[in-house]
C-alpha cells in the first residue's frame, strides 16, 4: 500500500545553518506530494506541495522538489531561524481525497 | 475569517465513556475529514465526507466510532464505549473542492482525548 517514511527526529540545527529532512513515499503512479508544519501549540498547515515529477514546492524559503526516480521529496531550507522550530509531516494523497502521513520529524533551531 | 475549529479542545472520559467531538470547518467548504493522531506519530484517515455524504469510512478503527454530518456542515465523530487505546488528538479538516487531487486541507486544532 502507499506509505511515506521520513527522518526520525528531533534535528537540533543552530540559527543560519542548511537544513535537509528527507522523505522518501512508496506509490503506484503519480501522487501529490506535501509538506506539513505543526507549530507549537497550533494546527497543521501546508508549507507545500507538488503533484507532478520534477515539479518544486517552495514557500517561506523552504522546498522540496518532487523526485519520481528516487520516489522522494525532500524538504530543504538553506538558513533556517528559531521560528522554524516546530514538527514537519511529509506526507502523500493518490486518487482522491484521503492523505497518508508521515510520523513526523521534530525541529528545534538554537538562537 | 474563521478557520476551522473543532470542540472540546481536551477532553477526559472515563474508561467505557460515551464521547463527542464537533468539528466546525470553513464556511463553503464541500469536503469534510477526520484524523486520528497518536502521541509522536502522524495524523491517520479516518473517515470522509462530502457534504452530507459520508464517502469513506474504511480508517474509522471498530464499530465503535460513528461521524455524521447531516446538513452538510458541522461534523460529530462519536466514540461509544472509549478504551485507553483511543487516547489521541483527533484533527478534523476541511477543503474546498468535492474531490482530492492536491487540493489544500485546513486542519482545526484538535480535540486531545485521554482516556483513563
Known amino acids: 500500500g502507499n506509505s511515506v517514511t521520513q527522518m526520525e527526529g528531533p534535528v537540533t540545527l543552530s540559527e543560519e545553518a542548511f537544513l535537509t529532512i528527507n522523505c522518501t513515499y512508496t506509490?503506484?503512479?503519480?501522487?501529490?506530494l506535501f509538506w506539513y508544519v505543526q507549530y507549537p501549540g497550533e494546527g497543521l498547515q501546508l508549507l507545500l506541495k507538488a503533484t507532478k515529477a520534477d515539479d518544486k514546492g517552495s514557500n517561506k524559503g523552504f522546498e522540496a522538489t518532487y523526485r519520481k526516480e528516487t520516489t522522494s521529496f525532500h524538504l530543504e531550507k538553506g538558513s533556517v531561524q528559531v521560528s522554524d522550530s516546530a514538527v514537519y509531516f511529509c506526507a502523500l494523497r493518490k486518487g482522491g481525497f484521503k492523505t497518508i502521513f508521515g510520523a513526523g520529524t521534530r525541529l528545534f533551531v538554537k538562537a | 475569517g474563521a478557520g476551522v475549529s473543532q470542540s472540546p479542545r481536551y477532553k477526559v472520559a472515563k474508561r467505557g465513556q460515551d464521547v463527542a467531538l464537533r468539528c466546525d470547518p470553513i464556511?463553503?467548504?464541500?469536503?469534510l475529514f477526520w484524523y486520528q493522531q497518536a502521541l509522536g506519530q502522524g495524523p491517520e484517515f479516518l473517515t470522509y465526507?462530502?457534504?452530507?455524504?459520508?464517502?469513506?469510512k474504511s480508517g474509522l478503527p471498530s464499530d465503535r466510532f460513528f461521524a455524521e454530518r447531516p446538513e452538510g456542515s458541522v461534523s460529530t465523530l462519536k466514540i461509544q464505549r472509549t478504551q485507553q487505546e483511543d487516547s489521541a488528538v483527533y484533527l478534523c479538516?476541511?477543503?474546498?473542492?468535492?474531490?482530492?487531487?492536491?487540493?489544500?486541507?485546513?486542519f482545526g486544532p484538535g480535540t486531545r482525548l485521554t482516556v483513563l
Open positions: 506509490a503506484t503512479g503519480y501522487p501529490s
Open positions: 464556511s463553503g467548504h464541500v469536503s
Open positions: 465526507f462530502q457534504n452530507e455524504a459520508q464517502l469513506d
Open positions: 479538516a476541511s477543503s474546498l473542492a468535492a474531490s482530492g487531487g492536491a487540493d489544500t486541507q485546513y
